[in-house]
């Protein structure tokens, strides 16, 4: 069962673009939202995260965008450049469960100059 | 952020040995420490939970007597795979969490191994 599921699967955009990454959860106990970017060969790090008390969390040209009603969440790229090529994963944790996170299958993303 | 240090970052061992992969907090003390596995352009599969001074919990399907995990200290929990084989061949990825309520994750750099 996957509990936490990412679309699209892969993403082109020009650079300059907006990039725009869906994710949707099953699980209402969730209450920490992530998302990470990871490069190849690398670690993922975080970008942005958010809890469900607010609907929006801006940091730099990252937003996050989230919807408690429908369960979902996504993440804006304002102005994408060729440096934010790079697998994305939004992510999903909650209390009780040591915070560990559910993943998503991750967004290639590609911006071209 | 915090810094989570993994090492090694490669490792190519033969069939059949066992190797050991390190995961360090630099300046934090982390009660939790999980232990992912991820295949190439797939997604992080989570393989154990360890918690410092008690036996790690383990995902399902995941090999207990193959994925050797110690959390001997705040600051050190180790991954030795045992009696490797070429399908361990991945890349294996360490995070902490600091103790208390806040809940980021802080992730090191990976380790690629390639069994032979």
């Known amino acids: 069962q996957q509990q936490v599921k990412q679309s699209p699967q892969s993403l082109i955009v020009q650079k300059g673009g907006i990039s725009i990454i869906n994710c949707a959860y099953e699980?209402?106990?969730?209450?920490?939202f992530p998302w990470y970017q990871q490069f190849p060969g690398k670690g993922p790090a975080l970008l942005i995260a958010i809890r469900p008390d607010v609907s929006e969390k801006k940091e730099g040209r990252f937003t996050i965008s989230f919807n408690k009603s429908a369960k979902q969440f996504s993440l804006h790229i304002m102005d994408s450049q060729p440096g934010d090529s790079a697998t994305y994963f939004c992510?999903?944790?909650?209390?009780?469960?040591?915070?560990?996170?559910?993943f998503g299958k991750g967004t290639l993303l590609t911006v071209n100059p | 952020g915090a810094v989570v240090s993994q090492h090694p970052s490669r490792v190519i061992c033969k069939s059949g040995t066992s190797v050991k992969i390190e995961c360090r907090s630099l300046?934090?003390?982390?009660?939790?420490m999980f232990w992912y596995r991820q295949f190439p352009k797939q997604s992080l599969m989570l393989m154990a939970t360890?918690?410092?001074?008690?036996?790690?919990?383990?995902e399902q399907g995941v090999e207990k007597d193959k994925f050797l995990i110690n959390h001997a200290s705040l600051t050190l929990s180790t991954l030795t795979v045992t009696s490797a084989h070429p399908e361990d061949s991945s890349f294996y990825i360490c995070?902490?969490?600091?103790?208390?309520?806040?809940?980021?994750?802080?992730f090191g750099q990976g380790t690629r191994l390639t069994v032979v």
């Open positions: 360890s918690n410092e001074g008690s036996k790690a919990t383990y």
């Open positions: 699980n209402t106990a969730f209450d920490y």
């Open positions: 992510a999903a944790s909650m209390r009780g469960s040591n915070y560990k996170l559910t």
């Open positions: 300046d934090f003390q982390a009660t939790t």
């Open positions: 995070s902490a969490r600091e103790p208390g309520l806040n809940t980021e994750a802080f």
